[in-house]
Structures are given as structure tokens and as C-alpha cells.
């Protein structure tokens, strides 16, 4: 390779040319966008594939075809040197706020699809794809308006894609209003058309089908000139186009000095194998034409290694010249990959690529383990030195070292052998499985199995005979995926009856074990034997039915069987083929006696969100000398840090320095968080006393230096005389280790519980519970940019809930006073309570850095680090007695809680407060609660939505849940006895409960059975469960009361020259819809001034961001009123402008007819009127607080062979008072109840024995996705009486719906007491059914293990006895 050709990268964004002669090829696309390109639309969420929102769309030409191919690619992990010649889409290249957005943007917008609109660029580009590739196919033309997408492809289309705020719900129907099979009466709310109004697609923003956007310019064709290299200082980019070529590239790289060389396709393995260290030379295999063919023939399909997942499924679904049999095992194949990953991920990721990580970095592969079973081959090549492996020699050689390269894979075409007795008839049987938090992909599974089977049917006899069995399994925490020879051979020959089955599945559990250290090994193995049993099963049930009726019964006639024996309950198979959900109602009031205020209409800035315009924090382009910081944190719980150092001599590359304790100027504090109730040190000064502590700030020149080199320090720690950390409740309560709570909080007793329990009829003695901790997992994570200004001041953007604290903390950190320090805050990509506190210290230690520095500095955490440091919610472990009579009337409740707090205050003294007044829905006669806030060596836990109230009404219902279970009474009669009177409502809440009108929460509760039929389908469930053993429904009905309280805010309301409005309010849009409401209440409040139409009167409003110089006093953006807060605040500002401005439209008015606003402004300021009005809302504290009512309904269906859940349907009513903004308020409830089926069902925030968090990026920790949340979400507002004392009649919503999802917890709850019954049955045992506790969060294993880990097992072995 002496005579390199040198050469540039060229490619296009958006339409523009980029070129690009001197590149780290460690560039990733999305740093280049964001940091180099002014499209900053396109975000980072996770840096590792998980999450969609880095999605851009990828065209590439095919001058042979004449053809542009166009795909969804996840930016964060393709490498912009790999795009030589490729064009890039970004959300901005649709449309924009000056040329015009795309239907797409306007749709989103529209369906109240974007909240705070973080994941909305990556969604639009994932849905613009799926579109655009519609569109290309042989359909017929839609009717005007609509694509030639389907319902099921539009939801399939952002399947893929994470958002935290909106529920999913909303983006689905704005996706779906593109299908041309939508019926538009089954869409949801949105401001195309009114209620009522006929829905007609001319109301839609037109989408025109044969108007399309051009994602590759004419002028590239011109340059994709064959190419091999490109050089820049340091490192090299190779393209070889030949075997031979990559061949010499290797031997003569790999024998240089210090040559560290990256084979690369995809590179989508390093979204899971992170890159710490730096390569010097890359090289894409991707040009190799014999990488990257596909060759079909009767014997099967060969395909290169550098052929991506999407084409190689493409073409297993292509029918080719294999017989019926092989077309069909293909598809089951295809199928399979279809759940690898996530689109955008498959649409890069190689064949090769995976395979060779599942070799030789032991990945729990899927494609390893399905071709396993099918006997494939591989061809490899080391040197000149060729072989074709079986993928089972190839999987069980040492590791392939960077010499060898995969070549390509063989999956043979299987036909039934036929039998030259015409007495038997032989079929060939082919299933795969995974079991995995997700269906449709997204999650590595548990386990996965590949099953093939040629099985023979002796016609005179009733039976079948497994000829010959292939089995492998793989991704259940072993080396590699397993062909099990044995269980192969014990079954080869063998007639089968329910006694082989047993007996092979339990040879099978013998060999297919678990290795040490990974999760739920006992969950595993049980799965083996599901599997197994599902796949064999249904042939000894069948018998000969399956050769007498020849291929009936079967799918498509192949005798491939059906996982789960089809009837007519099979909901899932019915979704899959109509799409993923079920059409929802939404039922909300419009009042317009308020108006605009009280109008669905959408969300301030959605549009800006989708097309990616709305500008973040790290959305701010960075001046020329800017630096980046990442934080270097404990791993230990508590220890002396006695240094820190790099593992290199020399300082990592880009590193400018290190920001630690030292660098804090003197007459500052080591301060990183205040609250009334304590503070938090910046970084640890000498002692770190928790995992997840900032020990300091490595800053350097880009980003991604500075996380390497956080990375990479090695940290030596000596715990030589130090006690031993305090890691759970119980040393704290050993230790007598608390924080104090403040009078207000503390727990007020009601009634007296020693006399009730001792006169209570029945009782329960000391029961546990414990609950978990849950992670924020906002899509923009911890942010900030901070600046130096003249006069030793500082400008800081910050990503928080509370920019007026984040200002507090910083000058007292800096040690100057806060008029020296601006915070500003424009918009939160989602908080949810993790960027009050929270986002502090790393505002703090930016500013610390920028100070010191004297430049500006930025920091924008990745995923791993923001899980590691933020800590999340509260966990807690609880002890409850309770007494209660023979009707279920509970008459006395004793429920002692310890909190695990972490290290400092935060907020948890509250903590004890927020559990009370949740605990307190339902009347418990004597209520006595004791709660103790343990200091421990953990991150601090914070507020996360709904903190303590989530937990309090899940200890309610745990309460409610075990009395029915003691008495074998009904759970919802339970509820409905035990619910408060509104006697008893005022003695457990006296200032919240208001007056007896209010009290809606009965007749929701009544309500939501009629709207949910829910009496109707307990007797359904009854009636599938007792036809169905291993699918088991359930349903529960709950309430829900969340008190709150309005706080003081700060507003400003300015009338400019020109007659447009500036609003500054305390509140911070967090994606809740503040914004909108507030500037509904201004065109209101202002009101009175309009004498001609109120047309266009909003437009004139803009709300600015928050700026803590600017507007004193915010406070904090939390606990759901600051909305109405910040509306009220603003309310009274328009009084005072109205006031001022009354005289002068009088004095117009006798000049002339109507004043118009313009010309009523014009002579305001002729007049002097001062035309700026600013206040300090004070609640009137003693009607400050009011009770949040709602009720949900939420029926499961449990798989007991995997334990996974489907949310079948739920039905919430919730009552919002008058509401401000109804689709701000139903998108608040959808996103909330959401959010709380991931705390009750998905999300594990788990640690290791240090405390140091483990579920540390979108691998392991699972929030829900669109294949997760109810099937049909059926949403009503109640809207209310009026009531003088809250916001224009108001009630909160962001908040409290997020404690319905417990009735999704209850559901599963009563379909495992269904399970239970049925295997207690098996087991001919009597027990009980009903006493047990279904941990939070209810996951696969969990359910499964409640379901018996064995009880396919048990279930053989009753039929065996039955024998
Ligand atoms: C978010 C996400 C989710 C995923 N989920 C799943 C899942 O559910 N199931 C599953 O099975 N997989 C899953 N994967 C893995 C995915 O399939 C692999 O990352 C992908 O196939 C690797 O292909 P690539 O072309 O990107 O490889 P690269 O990242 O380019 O390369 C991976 C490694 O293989 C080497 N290499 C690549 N090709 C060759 C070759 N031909 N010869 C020799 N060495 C080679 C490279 O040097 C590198 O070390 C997931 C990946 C991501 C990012
Ligand atoms: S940022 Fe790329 S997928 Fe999450
Ligand atoms: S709107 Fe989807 S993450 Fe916020």
C-alpha cells in the first residue's frame, strides 16, 4: 500500500455538499452533524443504538439500477467516513419553519404527538422512511391525502424509536393518519377536527404522495468514484475492494509498529462493546463485492458477511428456487432477525458482524443461535488460508483474532427426507423463539432456541416419531449459543408421548445451565423447558390429526406449527395483523366560557420540535474555544481517594486538564446541590462516600475525548480505617443512621391503632414489602453550558427544573454574589423531576471548570454516567399490620417505612409526607404510619414523578390486595367498601378535601366500570381462563387521590411596540405544556382589551425562557401546579395591564368605532402607559392544596411458559377540574400512566454490592415502548365543577395519573392467582393461591417464577400420573 491514494469524503446533508479531506475516522455521523453541520435537530439519547433518537434517513445510488436506495440509520454509531458518496436526510431536510414543514412535522403537531420533543426528530425520520419506502412498492395509488403505508407499518414504522413524555399513543395515530387502511374515525384527539366535526383527510396538512423530497442530490452521482483511502494525521481509512487487497492491507498494518487496526461494516458493536481506546487504522469491508453477495440455489442461501440484517432478511423472504419447505423455513428465519435490534439498527448491522461477535466476544446473538439449528456453514479466511466451517466448529474455535475474516454464512434449504414406507409420511417442523422484555425487538432476550424436527407418522398407529431433532439455544448467559447433541440424540427414533417429552426436557435443564454472574439463571432454565414443551407439545396433543388432515392446521399449509395453539381469545395474533394497537376513545369536555384558555389546541413550538429547530442546551452552537467536561465518579461506597491518574504517562488525548475539589475558588463552597433541608458537596473532598460520586471533572477539547479519559482514570482508593459503608435500610437503622424530618412532613396519625387493632375482627401480622428504585430516563440527558462574561460573571444554560436554585448554588459554589451568575433555561428535553436537584451539580461543575479555565465549557452527560450519578427513585422497604372485619372494612392500618435516601437530604425529608397522602385513598379507620428517611452510602435518591405518592397507593393497594386474599373475597369489592365517605375524606385530609362537591372520586370509580365493562368481563376472563392453561387473564379496577399544592411563582407580562406580547414566567418548559396554557391565559387575561376578533390573538404571544437575572423568584418546576401556577401568575399581570389599559381604549372608543389591539397599543405608548406588568403569585395558603381524583381499569393476559405480560386494555377516568388545556392534560395522563407501567412492570435500577448502579444504559434498563403499553388506552377528562380557589377551576395533571398503572400491577396480579390454581391442581396440592407478593417491577422472571418455574414440568408429570 505504498503508493496511497489520498482522497476526500464527500457526501451530502440535507442537499448540501460536504467535504471532507482530514477526519478522525472515529467520527461518528451524528458528531459530525451536531458539531460541525447547523442541523442540530438530529439528538444524542444513548450513543448505543437504543433509542431512535439520533435517526437520520440514509440514501445511497446504485448506478447499475439507476436505482436510490433510502434507510433509517442510527447516527450515533455510523461512522462518517462509511459514507463516502451517501446523502443524509436529517429532520430538517423535510421542512422548516421557513420553507415550510412537512406534513409529517404539521401531523405530529398536530396529533399532540410531541411533548417535550426530544425524541421527535428521531421518530419523524424512522416514520418519513417507512413513507418513503411505501411508496416505492407495486401497491395500488391511495386515495389524495393518504400514502400506500398500513395502519400495522405506520405503528411498526416507530416501533423501534423511545419516548418518555407522550405514552406513544399520539405518535402512533399521527403516523397512522398517513395509511391509506386507516379508518380516521378510530384516531385520536387532535386539532384537525373538532368533536363532533366529520373527519375528513382534506382537514389533514396534505400529503402529497407524487410530491417527493428529493434525499439525493444529481451531484453526487457524479462522485462516487471507487476510492481507498483516506489519511488523516494520526489515523487511516481503508476501503479495499477485493479479498486479495484487504489481505496485503492486513499483513502490512498488522506487523506495523503500534498498530491497533479495526475491521469495520456496521460498526453497530460498539454500541454495546464501547470503544475506550483509539484505533489507527480502519478498515471497511463493506466494498468487497464477495462480502457482499447473496447466492441462492436448490441447496440454499449463501450470504456474505457484509450483507446487513435488513437485506438478508429481504432475501430469506424473497421466494427462490428451494422447494415449498425451504421458502417457508426462510420466512421463519426472516421472521426471527426481524426482532434483532431495532430497524435502523438491522438496516447497517451486518450478518458477519454479529456473527463474529457472538464468536469471539461471546454476544448473546439470535442469528448464531437460529442457524445453528439449520446446520449453516461458514466460510473464513485467514491469510491465504480458506476453510468452510460448520457454524458450530466456527463458534467453538478460539477467538477469531483480527487476521481472520468471516467471509460468508450458508443456510442450507431443508426439505422433508422422504420415507420409502408408505406407511408413514413425513414432515419437517422449524420454530424459533426468544423471550425478551420486549416483543418486537429492542431487548436482547433471556433465551433464545431454534427447534427442527423431521417427524414421521406410522398411519396405522396413532402417533408421532421424531426422526431426527436439532436443537440450540443461546443468549442465556453461556460462551456461545449450544446444539444439545445429547437431547438430539435421546429423542432421534423415538416414538413421543408425554414420558419422552419429560424425560427430554429433563435431561435438557442438565445441560443447558446458566453461567455464574449472569442475571435470573433459574428464569433461564425454565424457559428451556418452555420452549421445548411448546414445540413438541402440541404434536402429542395432535397425534395423527396433523397427518390425516395432511398440511390443515397449519401455517400457510407448512407444517410449521403455531406457537400457541390458535382460538378465538388469540388477541396477539389479531394485532399482529392489524397493527400493534387497538383503536382508543378519548373523551375530553371543551368549556369555553374561558376562552382560548379551556382549548385542545397544540402544544407552543411543536412544529419547531419535529423539524428540529427548537433549540436545547446543547443545541447552543459552541463558540471557537469551548471545552468539554466529563465526570470521573466513585465506584466505591466509601473510601479515602488517595489519587487519581491516567492509565498513559502522558495526558489523554484532547485533555486540557482536571477540575476537582481544589479548583473551587477560594470563599466558594464545595457545594453542588441546596435545598431548605441540606446540601451536597460538588465533589468528594478526599473521601468518597458513595458509588456514583463526582471525585472530579476531566475537561478537554471534544466530548468524546473527555468521556474516554473519564473513562479510562483509575482512581486509588484506601479503605484502611473506615467503617463499613452503610449500603442497606437495615445497617442505617443499626446505625441509627436518619435524616430529620421537618415538622410539616411528618405523618399525622389518625384514630387510635392499638384500640382498633385489637378489636379487629381478622388480622394481618407484619407483612414486608419492598420496592425499587426507577431511573428518570429523560431523553436529553444532564446538560450545560457555561460562559464567562466581563466582570467576573457567569452565563450558564442549563437543562433544569429550577433555574433560580441552580443560580443559588453556583455563585455560593463560586463564592460570588448571584447577580454575577445567569442561569437560563429555555427548554428541558423531559425532567420528570430528575433535573431539579439533580442538575445542579453539573451546572455547578461547568461553571466551576469554565471559572477556572476562563473559557467557556460544556458538558452533556452520556447515558451511562447520568444513570450512574442521578439516582432516581426512592427505595424503600415496608412493614404493615392491619386489622379488618369478615366484609373486608379494614378498621386499622400500622405501616412502618424505611426509606433508602442516600447520601443527603435532596428532597426525601418530604418523602415521608408524599407516602402519606397517597396511603391515605382509601378510609383504614385508624391509620398510624411511621416513616424514617436512612441516610445511606448511596447516590442521593430524588423526586421522580409522583415521589412517595406512587409508592404510598402502591402500599394501599398491597394492603387492599392481601386483606381480599385473607378473607377469599373479591379484591374490587375490597376497594370499593374500604373507599373514603366524604366524612371520613375531610378527617384524613383536611385542608385538601374541600367541600363534599368535589369529591368526585366515587362516581369516577362507578363510572369507569360502566365505560370499561367491567363486570362483563370478569365473567369473560373467567370464562378464557378456564379454557385456556397457559395464557391466564386478569383485571383490575383502582382509585386514585394525589393531593397538591399551588406554590408562589414569578410572571411578567410585556406589551411591545408592535402589539406582540413577551410572557416570562417562573415555571421552565419541561415538555408539559406550560408554555401553551400560559399563553392561553394571557389571550384571555388580555381579553377584555380585544373589541374586534380574537383571531390570531395567541400568535402574538410568545413565552421566552426562563432567566434568573431576568425574572427573580421562579422557583421550582414541579410537583404538577406550575403550570397553573405560572397561568396565575400571569393571569394577574393581565389585570394589571387591563387595568391601565381600559382608560385608553375608552378614550379611543368615543373617537371611533372598534379600537383595534394595534392601535390601542400604539397610543399606550404615546400616553406613557406602561405597557410591562410583573408579579409574585401568592396562593392563598390556606385553600393552597386540593385532592386529584381518577380511576383505571387495566385487564392482562400472562404467558405462563415465559411469564411475559400483554396490557390488553385500560380504561382511566380522570378528573381534571376545568381543564386549561384538555390535549395538554390527556397527553400529561397517557404519559404519566405510562411512565408507570415502566416503574410497575419494566424498569430495573439495579446496583451491585457497592451500591454502583449496573442498569446503566437502554441494554438493561427497559422503559416502555410501543409494544409494551395497553393495546387500547381508553382516556376520559372529566372535567368537573367549577371551584372560585383553584386556577380558573383546574386541576393537576402531571402527576397523579402515574399512580393509575398500579391497576396494571393488580391485573397481573389476579391472572397468577389464575396460574397458581391451576398449578396447585397439577401438583394435586392444596395450599393457597393468593398469598403471595408480586414484586414492583412485575417482569418476565418475576411473573414467571409466581407461575412455577417448573410448572410445565408439574404439568407433564400430572398427565403422566393420569396415565
Ligand atoms: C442496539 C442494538 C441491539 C442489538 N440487538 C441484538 C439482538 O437482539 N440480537 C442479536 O443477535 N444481535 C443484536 N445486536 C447486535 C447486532 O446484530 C450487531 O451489532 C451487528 O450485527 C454487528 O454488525 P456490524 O456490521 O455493525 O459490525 P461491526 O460493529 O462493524 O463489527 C463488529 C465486530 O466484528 C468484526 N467484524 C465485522 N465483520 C467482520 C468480518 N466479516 N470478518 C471479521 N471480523 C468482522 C469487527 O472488526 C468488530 O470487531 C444489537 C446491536 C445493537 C447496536
Ligand atoms: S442516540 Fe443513537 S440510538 Fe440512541
Ligand atoms: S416527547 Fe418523546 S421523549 Fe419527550
Partial sequence: MEDKEQWKLVFAVNGGRFELSNVDPSTTLLEFL????????????????????????????????????????????????????????????????????????????????????????????????????????????????????????????????????????????????????????????????????????????????????????????????????????????????????????????????????????????????????????????????????????????????????????????????????????????????????????????????????????????????????????????????????????????????????????????????????????????????????????????????AFLAQISSCISSDGVVLESVQLSFGAYGTKHAIRVRKVEEFLAGKFLNVGLLFEAIKLLREIVVPDKGISHPPYRSSLVASFLFDFLHPLVEARTGIFSDGLNGYINGFPVKASRPVNEFDQFDQTKRLGILSPAKQLVKVNREFHPVGEPIKKTGAEIQASGEAVYVDDIPSPKDCLHGAFIYSTKPLAHVKGIKFKSTVLPRGVLGVISVKDIPAGGKNIGITSSLGYEPLFADGLTEFAGQALALVVADTQKHADMAAANAVVDYDTEGLEAPILTVEDAVEKSSFFTIPPFAKPKQVGDFAKEMAEAEHKILSEEVNLESQYYFYMETQTTFAMPDEDNCMVVYSSSQCSEDTQMVIASCLGMPEHNVRVITRRVGGGFGGKAYRAMPVATACAVAAHKLNRPVRIYLNRRTDMIMTGGRHPMKINYSAGFKSNGKITALRVDILINAGISEDFSPIMPHTIERALKKYDWGALSLDVKVCKTNHTSKSAMRAPGDVQGSYIAEAVIEHVASYLSMEVDSVRNINLHSFESLKLYYEKGAGESLEYTLPSIFDKVAVSSSFQQRIAEIRHFNSCNKWRKRGISRVPAVYEVAVRTTAGRVSILNDGSIVVEVGGIEIGQGLWTKVKQMVAFGLSPLLCSGREGFLEKIRVVQADSLSLVQGGLTAGSTTSESSCAAVRECCDMLVERLTPVKERLRKQMDTVSWDVLILQAHLQYVNLSASTFYVPDFTSNQYLNYGAAVSEVEIDLLTGATTILQTDIIYDCGQSLNPAVDLGQIEGAFVQGIGFFMLEENLTNSDGLVVSEGTWTYKIPTIDTIPKRLNVEILNSEHHEKRVLSSKASGEPPLLLAVSVHCAIRAAIIEARKQLLSWKGSDGSCSSFQLKVPATMPVIKELCGLDNVESYLQSLLSHQ
Wanted: glycine content about 8%; charged content about 20%; aromatic content about 8%.
Fill in 34 to 449: 451536531r458539531t460541525q453541520t447547523p442541523y442540530k435537530g438530529t439528538k444524542l439519547g444513548c450513543g448505543e443504538g437504543g433509542c431512535g433518537a439520533c435517526v437520520v434517513l440514509l440514501s445511497k445510488y446504485d448506478p447499475v439500477l439507476e436505482q436510490v436506495e433510502e434507510f433509517t440509520v442510527s447516527s450515533c454509531l455510523t461512522l462518517i467516513c462509511s459514507l463516502n458518496g451517501c446523502s443524509i436526510t436529517t429532520t430538517e431536510g423535510l421542512g422548516n419553519s421557513k420553507s415550510g414543514f412537512h406534513p409529517i412535522h404539521q401531523r405530529f403537531a398536530g396529533f399532540h404527538a410531541s411533548q417535550c420533543g426530544y425524541c421527535t426528530p428521531g421518530m419523524c425520520m424512522s416514520f418519513f422512511s417507512a413513507l418513503l419506502n411505501s411508496e416505492k412498492s407495486q401497491r395500488p395509488d391511495p386515495p389524495p391525502g393518504f400514502s400506500k403505508l398500513t395502519v400495522a407499518e405506520a405503528e411498526k414504522a416507530i416501533a423501534s424509536n423511545l419516548c418518555r413524555c407522550t405514552g406513544y399513543r399520539p405518535i402512533a395515530d399521527a403516523c397512522k393518519s398517513f395509511a391509506s387502511d386507516v379508518d380516521l374515525e378510530d384516531l385520536g384527539l387532535n386539532c384537525f377536527w373538532k368533536n363532533g366535526e366529520s373527519k375528513d383527510v382534506s382537514k389533514l396538512p396534505f400529503y402529497d404522495q407524487k410530491s417527493e423530497i428529493s434525499t439525493f442530490p444529481e451531484f453526487l452521482k457524479e462522485e462516487m468514484k471507487p476510492k481507498t483511502l483516506l489519511d488523516s494525521e494520526e489515523c487511516s481509512w481503508y476501503n479495499p475492494v477485493s479479498i486479495e487487497e484487504l489481505q496485503s492491507l492486513l499483513e502490512s498494518k498488522l506487523t506495523e509498529n503500534g498498530a491497533r487496526v479495526k475491521l469495520v461494516v456496521g460498526n453497530t458493536g460498539t454500541g454495546y462493546y464501547k470503544e475506550l481506546e483509539h484505533f489507527n487504522t480502519y478498515i471497511s469491508l463493506k466494498h468487497i463485492p464477495d462480502l457482499s453477495m447473496i447466492r441462492r440455489d436448490s441447496s440454499g442461501i449463501e450470504i456474505g458477511a457484509t450483507v446487513t440484517i435488513s437485506k438478508a432478511i429481504q432475501a430469506l423472504r424473497e421466494d427462490g428456487e428451494g422447494g415449498f419447505h425451504s421458502t417457508i423455513f426462510f420466512k421463519k428465519i426472516a421472521d426471527h432477525m426481524d426482532k434483532v435490534a431495532t430497524v435502523f439498527i438491522r438496516n447497517t448491522a451486518s450478518l458477519g458482524g454479529n456473527l463474529v461477535m457472538a464468536q469471539r466476544n461471546h454476544f448473546p446473538s439470535d442469528i448464531a443461535t437460529i442457524l445453528l439449528a439449520t446446520d449453516s456453514l461458514v466460510d473464513i479466511q485467514k491469510g491465504c488460508r480458506r476453510q468452510k466451517l460448520t457454524l458450530e466448529e466456527f463458534l467453538e474455535m478460539p477467538p477469531c483474532d483480527s487476521e481472520t475474516i468471516l467471509l460468508s454464512v450458508t443456510i442450507p434449504s431443508w426439505e422433508p427426507v422422504e420415507n420409502s414406507s408408505s406407511e408413514t409420511k413425513t414432515q419437517l417442523l422449524f420454530e424459533t423463539y426468544r423471550a425478551a422484555p420486549r416483543p418486537l425487538g429492542n431487548a436482547l432476550p433471556y433465551l433464545n432456541a
